[in-house]
């Protein structure tokens, strides 16, 4: 078979089990794809094409032609993948992870199998996989199931299921090298991985091995016009802002902050004046990363072995497989600043205001807080299979997963230290601080370029904590029929199991936070494990085929028993029912139940502050038309033109030992055509209704924030949940118990609580179609997600939000993210002799701003188009080159008044801008 016509039966099988794996393949893919386990069953079929649930297939093929590094970047665009998603631009609270979130119902609830079997938590947090940590050289094929799969997987696939399939039966030799940039010449990807594979010379066993090596550049966010700096909005205008924490220090009298009129600065020329922001506050953007730069090293095994064959009883197989992945990443933030609010006495040297006063000072002098992780990975199964002489299939299999995560943060402060360099009388009773200041007495940190390098090194301080976690499993499957009992031409099948697995997550704090000498460091040790025991059955029972009107009908029930020794045991079902009255028309319909079971970090998560960004409620609240918002804003003590720069409020999250297990319902009802009228054309449609009820989270702080301050008198009870800056260790402001000096909100509680609903419901559309087009041939498809609902209510008292069409925070990470209602993936590719090129369409729906305000300018976003462009040449038997272009036409980001980072919403819109790649492959 010529190479042309091979890439063409493979391309249209993808194509077609990318659809719906319902569609009629081509007669090649039939005899190449023999029995196979599909995603969302451990029954055989004769082909992927059979699969009776939605599950959408991406080959190695299509992950070379998009041109991207990393698997993230891949999946993250996707239809059925929405919502807030970590990744290489989330900078501020990412540890390096990249993730994907089906149904935008969170990556704990997207279970992510490689081949069929679970890998490790990033660190603590449970069920949650860090995608860096597969190579992407070593993938054959990606199995989407969009459809919940407790009974098969057990707990974490309530919205679906990612099963990543490896190359294990490879032969010969590949070497595979890329690299691309930016149109700024920055950013650069670069990638190169080997590949082997042999089989033993009586073709009784077969061994693979794949390393790869993958790197990315960072790119500033100061690099970018729309991010290089952060944006306010005052009246009608759109102002270059930053933080109030800014160097010079802004400060506030220690006794009454607000005889100031607000925070004050010393101002070089003038001397001490009000603090402007416009003027004064610090760009955090410029300093920070818009992409976060990361090294990957990775290598893969796989190797089975025939043992045996007793042909009265079973076949005896060996197979062993290992995956170890080192990730080295970096995040780099604005300085730290005194957040801690220490106080200067007026006895300070450099003290203008002749009194006690709280300062606000960005630590510049330092360069930035800077935050690397050095992240190793290991997962190793080993196990036997074999096949009885009655044609039933077993496996025997343990598993085992480890995650190490060595994190450095620099830059950060020791408050008591600090509080030292600014006494004179203090620092001088310490020979350390007295030798760091010298003849200054003190630090000055009313102007710049004052903090010394000896007065850095007495009082800053690093990180170092250390996270731990560890998986493993025994699994047992067994997989038959009833021989000749049958209803129809197939006889009914079935499959049964046992695994009993345990997890065990543990973090050791740094030495310096475990005495409190790092700000907003936790210095506590904690961890946490949990053991369950677990069997389910799967029954597939053909009823009728053969029929006028009836070319199939049949029925799948499934169940799955879970024991867990911290929540205790349940039981979910599931059942699948597939109609064709006709060959090139099916019908099919699925209900399953699902359950999540708490993770070690929701159970067991120590109290831990955090600084959460928020709309404050009582900007500008004068214009206000609510006459409750204005009454309560104006009982804290605020002026009508409050302003708030870079709002974030200090608050509180954790674990409860107290949770219970989340809940969930799945409906889907699918129908798949491939019309006789017209060749290689089909077309899928399937309808998807999901239902998660006592789900895990907190509240968001906005949420706590707005629902108090449009309550009657501070009557909801979200107010009981802001304790105040006492319990973050802020000093309050005198006019309100909520705010700290500064007047940001603090003390919001937000620990987990099984408190929430999730309802999501939509439509997956899916074409595809071939043809042959003057000398070559033509090849299109298109999968869309249209997302009816997305409806989130945070706890009974709270107002249910639906956020299809919307942008706002999202519920799982409580990150500005957007969730379209339409979201659109196309492919058009043309193949002739030695070459091939495609262009990708992909398109984000129009939202707008969930809760916007009276005043904010910028609420809506449309529709927003990206064109990719890939061209490979392959005349040369052994080699093939690819080049290409992502965001052909340079689209920007849109700027929203509502933002999380970068003035946009870097969770869902390319920051990158227009990238050029090219790749070679040699294949011996």
């Known amino acids: 078979m010529d190479r042309s016509r091979l890439s063409r039966a493979i391309k249209g099988t993808i194509a077609a089990t990318a659809l719906s794996t319902s569609f009629a393949t081509l007669s090649f893919a039939q005899e190449v794809v023999e029995e196979v386990v599909v995603t969302g069953t451990r029954i055989q079929r004769a082909t992927d ?5 939605p599950i959408s297939v991406f080959d190695a093929a299509q992950l070379q032609e998009s041109g991207q590094t990393t698997l993230e970047d891949f999946l993250q665009d996707i239809p059925s993948m929405t919502g807030g998603q970590l990744g290489s631009s989330v900078n501020n609270g990412n540890p390096g992870l990249a993730t994907v979130s089906l149904r935008g119902l969170g990556s704990s609830r997207t279970l992510i199998l490689l081949n069929g079997r679970r890998l490790p938590s990033a660190g603590t947090a449970t069920g949650t996989v860090d995608l860096n940590m597969i190579p992407t050289s070593a993938i054959e094929r990606m199995e989407i199931l969009r459809d919940g799969a407790s009974t098969i997987y057990g707990s974490d696939a309530i919205a679906g299921v990612v099963n990543i399939i490896t190359r294990k039966s490879f032969e010969g030799a590949e070497i595979y090298a890329s690299a691309g940039t930016s149109q700024e010449g920055d950013g650069q990807e670069y990638s190169a991985a080997w590949t082997f594979g042999a089989s033993s010379a009586e073709d009784d066993g077969h061994v693979m091995f794949n390393m790869q090596y993958s790197r990315r550049q960072d790119i500033f966010q100061g690099d970018r016009d729309f991010s290089d700096c952060p944006l306010f909005e005052s009246g009608d205008q759109v102002l270059c802002g930053g933080s109030g924490t800014t160097s010079p220090a802004q400060y506030f009298s220690a006794l009454d902050p607000a005889s100031f009129e607000g925070g004050r600065i010393l101002d070089p020329d003038t001397g001490p004046r009000a603090f402007d922001s416009t003027i004064d506050g610090f760009n955090f953007a410029e300093v920070s990363y818009l992409i976060t730069p990361q090294e990957v090293v990775s290598s893969y095994g796989y190797g089975e072995q025939e043992l045996w064959n007793w042909e009265d009883f079973t076949t005896f197989e060996a197979f062993g497989e290992f995956l170890f992945t080192n990730r080295q990443s970096d995040q780099l933030l604005a300085p730290e600043g005194t957040f801690f609010q220490p106080v200067v006495p007026a006895t300070n040297p450099g003290n203008p205001q002749g009194e006690d006063v709280i300062i606000l000072r960005r630590l510049t002098e330092t360069g930035g807080r800077s935050f690397s992780q050095d992240v190793n990975t290991w997962h190793g199964v080993v196990g036997f299979k074999g096949e009885f002489c009655n044609h039933w299939t077993w496996d025997l299999s343990y598993n085992y997963n480890r995650w190490v995560d060595t994190q450095i943060d620099r830059g950060r402060s020791n408050p008591g230290r600090f509080q030292t360099l600014l006494d004179p009388d203090a620092c001088a009773d310490d020979p350390e601080c007295a030798a760091a200041v010298g003849g200054a ?4 940190p009313f102007r710049e370029n004052t903090l010394t390098q000896a007065m850095q090194d007495y009082a800053l301080v690093v990180n170092s904590p250390v996270e731990k976690e560890k998986l493993s499993s025994l699994q047992a499957n067994v997989v038959g029929d009833f021989g000749d009992f049958a209803l129809a031409s197939e006889p009914f099948q079935w499959a049964a199991g046992y695994e009993h697995r345990k997890e065990r997550a543990e973090v050791t704090a740094d030495g310096a936070a475990s005495l409190g000498q790092i700000y907003f460091v936790s210095g506590q040790d904690w961890g946490g494990k949990y053991e ?26 499934s169940f799955r028993y879970s024991d867990y020794d911290t929540i205790g045991d349940d039981t979910t079902f599931g059942v699948v029912l597939e109609y064709a009255p006709m060959e090139h028309l099916r019908f099919r319909g699925t209900y399953s139940e699902g359950f999540r079971a708490p993770g070690i970090d929701d159970l067991f998560l120590p109290p831990t502050q955090s600084a959460e960004t928020y709309t404050d409620p009582c900007a500008n609240y004068g214009s206000s038309s609510n006459p409750v918002l204005r009454a309560n804003c104006a009982a804290d003590g605020l002026p009508t033109d409050f302003e708030l720069g870079n709002s974030q409020a200090t608050g509180l999250f954790g674990g409860n030992e107290d949770l219970k297990a989340e809940e969930s319902e799945s409906w889907t009802l699918g129908i798949v055509w491939t019309p006789t009228f017209i060749e290689d054309l089909s077309f899928s449609l399937d309808y998807f209704d999901i239902t998660v009820d006592d789900a895990i989270g907190t509240f968001t702080t906005n949420t706590i924030v707005d629902n108090c301050y449009t309550s009657e008198g501070f009557s909801s009870p979200a107010c009981d949940l802001i304790t105040g800056p006492g319990a973050v260790g802020l000093s309050p402001s005198p006019t309100s118990p909520r705010r700290a000096a500064d007047n940001s909100i603090s003390g919001q509680i937000l620990t987990t609580q099984n408190i929430s609903t999730f309802e999501t419901s939509g439509f997956d559309l899916g074409a595809d179609y071939s043809m042959e087009a003057g000398p070559g041939y033509f090849t299109f498809n298109a999968t869309a997600t249209y997302l009816k609902e997305y409806n989130f209510q945070a706890s009974e008292f709270e107002p ?13 990470t409580t990150r500005i993210a957007a969730f379209p209602e339409w979201k659109l993936l196309t ?10 090129a495609n262009v990708t369409v992909r398109m984000e729906g129009e939202v707008d701003d969930i809760a916007p305000r009276e005043n904010d300018l910028m609420t809506h976003v449309d529709n927003k188009w990206y064109t990719d462009f890939n061209f490979n040449y392959y005349r040369w038997e052994d080699i093939t080159l690819t080049g290409g272009i992502r965001n052909v036409w340079n689209q920007q980001p849109p700027y929203v008044t509502n933002y999380d980072d970068m003035n946009t919403l870097p969770l869902n819109y390319d920051t990158v801008g227009r990238f050029f790649y090219g790749s070679v492959t040699f294949k011996f």
């Open 441 to 444: 007495g003190a630090w000055d």
């Open 827 to 836: 492919n058009f590719g043309y193949e002739y002799d030695c070459w091939d």
């Open 532 to 557: 369950v025991d677990e069997f389910y059955g799967e029954l597939r029972a053909p009823l009728m085929d053969g029929r006028p009107w009836v070319d199939l009908l049949a029925l799948e029930a």
């Open 800 to 812: 249910e939000v639906d956020l299809a069409g919307f942008y706002g925070a999202d519920p799982v």
């Open 49 to 53: 094409a059979t699969s009776a649930t």
